[in-house]
């Protein structure tokens, strides 16, 4: 059962455009939200993250905007630029520092 | 400062085999866990260890095993490889696995393909 939901799966973007990408989970127990980002040939590396208590974060151009009522957070990822093509996760850890992972949304920035 | 080292980096396995998959952490890092990435799947957790302790168990079935050495150093062993056991191996350290106080550090992992 996965128990963060993540889309879209894939995801086109212009250059200078904003790419959004959507996460959802289920249990109350997470109470941190990191969010991953994935080269070819190499492993995730943390972006950004966000814990429960805020409603958005913002680090440069990437922006997490979190919804606790809604159980929903999303990442925002403003300008984006070819260099920012990628995969992304989305995660959720619970309270015993166990890591739950969206299915990942490769992202495409055309020039 | 060196990365988590993953070896080798790839496998080609048959059906049936075994295989041992070696991660060294981040010097310092005494926390080190192991996921599996499949296309459909995304990341799934499979173990975290501390101290040569397991620590935390994901999901997986019993083939799937793991150590870690004094030095920190772990190994991941799957047993009777399956078709469907063929994924990238990933392994993250931390310097206690307290994961919302301290970042997590990927590895590149290991491919290992399943004939």
């Known amino acids: 059962q996965q128990q963060v939901k993540q889309s879209p799966q894939s995801l086109i973007v212009q250059k200078g455009g904003i790419s959004i990408i959507n996460c959802a989970y289920e249990n109350t127990a997470f109470d941190y939200f990191p969010w991953y980002q994935q080269f070819p040939g190499k492993g995730p590396a943390l972006l950004i993250a966000?814990?429960?208590?805020?409603s958005e974060k913002k680090e440069g151009r990437f922006t997490i905007s979190f919804n606790k009522s809604a159980k929903q957070f999303s990442l925002h990822i403003m300008d984006s630029q070819p260099g920012d093509s990628a995969t992304y996760f989305c995660?959720?850890?619970?309270?015993?520092?166990?890591?739950?992972f969206g299915t990942g949304t490769s992202l495409t920035v055309i020039p | 400062k060196a990365g988590v080292t993953q070896t080798p980096r790839y496998l080609i396995k048959t059906r049936g085999q075994q295989v041992t998959l070696s991660c060294s952490p981040i010097?310092?890092?005494?926390?080190v866990s192991w996921y599996q990435q499949t296309p459909g799947q995304g990341l799934q957790f499979l173990f975290e260890y501390f101290s040569e302790t397991q620590r935390n168990k994901g999901n997986f079935p019993g083939r799937f095993s793991g150590r870690q050495f004094s030095n920190s150093r772990s190994e991941m062993n799957v047993s009777t490889l399956e078709l469907g056991d063929s994924a990238l191996y990933l392994c993250?350290?931390?310097?206690?696995?307290?994961?919302?106080?301290?970042?997590?550090?990927f590895g590149s992992g290991t491919q290992l393909s399943v004939l």
């Open positions: 993250a350290s931390s310097m206690t696995g307290s994961v919302t106080n301290e970042k997590l550090f």
């Open positions: 010097s310092g890092h005494r926390s």
């Open positions: 995660a959720a850890v619970n309270t015993g520092n166990q890591f739950y």
């Open positions: 966000i814990r429960p208590d805020v």
